[in-house]
């Protein structure tokens, strides 16, 4: 796809023309039952939990086409998305390859449940190429990092990773949550699966929880048949608000990048903030890479004001236009301690460690005017 086509792929890509009975949008299948031909295998009978109903089907192709990717799979949350891809790739006794700073439900997936799985598992640093190999093992078989790191928004050496794990025979996954498909295509980089929670931008109203797996089309139906027997699958009104939300994806996404640049920038001047963590300034560490890998560098930023968790809470508290609240992505500005909410289940030495300090705010911008952002932060930070 030509660099700006993404608005009319959003719109079109895996519709049905005409739709069932000449509909434009849509319909919901609600049904869980549906004739069964004869000879028909367990996997393609249309039922809900299969994932093989016309509204998940339908659904399935616009997530692919957005991804430019072969196939994907809607599953009932982020997380599942991110437990099923992983048991779809690796069996007891494997050994996983994963980046160091990650979402905190994929961090506590990992260090509560994967002794369980019979999993083992290295934390490696994306930004540091030369240390991969030493950390793989015979039984690697697979790789799993973000495109943009939650919260630090840190932008690892994307391509350099899909590469080592070609090059080293791993399956490659990554997180591509932050970026979605409008800034970047992980699967046009060399990715083997896209993992998205679609709860975030993907849907973009704050009113569904759903996951996707997005990528080469025999992973992504291994990733089904495990979904299957795991249950999974997502329920077909939140698919078709999924669908609907997908459609205005590239709108909102360049949106929320211009709003979160210029905030960026602007909190950047602020004396009362020591620090601000937006791939889009030139100041920080990943910028120049960054800036080879996105088309837009996302709506997310961080940032510790000067004096500490309670000025990071008076501030929280005194905003008036972001909601205090821990998810993102949505057309409304939202803003968090992820130390409080989003990595409360890490320790503190596992947080501090990565960076993740108790007055570390985290801003999901939305929609809202750029220069009534600013002027919110504005007042705030004068009462701070």
Known sequence: MDEGRIETVAVHGGERRPGPEGSVVFPIYQSTVYSVPADTDYHDIRYIRLNSTPSQTYLHDKLAALE???????????????????????????????????????????????????WSYTFIDPQRPETWESARTPNTRAVLVESITNP???????????????????????????ATPVNFRPTAAGFDLCLHSATKYLNGHSDIVAGAIIGRADLVERARTTSNHFGGSLDPHAGFLLARGLK????????????????????????????????????????????????????MLSIRPSGGVQAAQALIDAVQLPYDAPSLGGVESLITRP????????SRADREALGITDDLVRISTGIEN?????????????KV
């Open 339 to 346: 130390a409080a909410t989003s990595h409360a289940g890490m």
């Open 68 to 118: 430019g990717a072969e196939a994907a799979l809607a599953t009932a949350s982020g997380l599942a998305a991110i437990s099923t891809a992983l048991h779809s790739v690796l069996r007891t006794g494997d050994h996983l390859l994963v980046g160091d700073c990650l979402y905190g439900g994929t961090h506590d997936f990992l260090t509560h449940h994967a002794a369980d799985f019979g």
């Open 370 to 382: 750029r220069d009534d952002l600013i002027a919110d932060f504005t007042q705030a930070l004068a």
């Open 152 to 178: 630090l928004v840190r932008v690892g050496r994307l391509r350099e990773i899909a590469e080592f794990a070609r090059n080293s025979g791993l399956t490659s996954l990554i997180d591509n949550t932050f």
């Open 248 to 299: 205005t994806l590239a709108l909102r996404v360049r949106t929320q990048n211009e709003n979160a640049q210029a905030l960026a920038e602007f909190l950047a001047a602020q004396p009362k903030i020591r620090e601000v963590n937006y791939p889009g300034l030139a100041s920080h560490p990943d910028h120049a890479h960054a800036a080879q890998l996105f088309n837009g560098f996302g709506g």
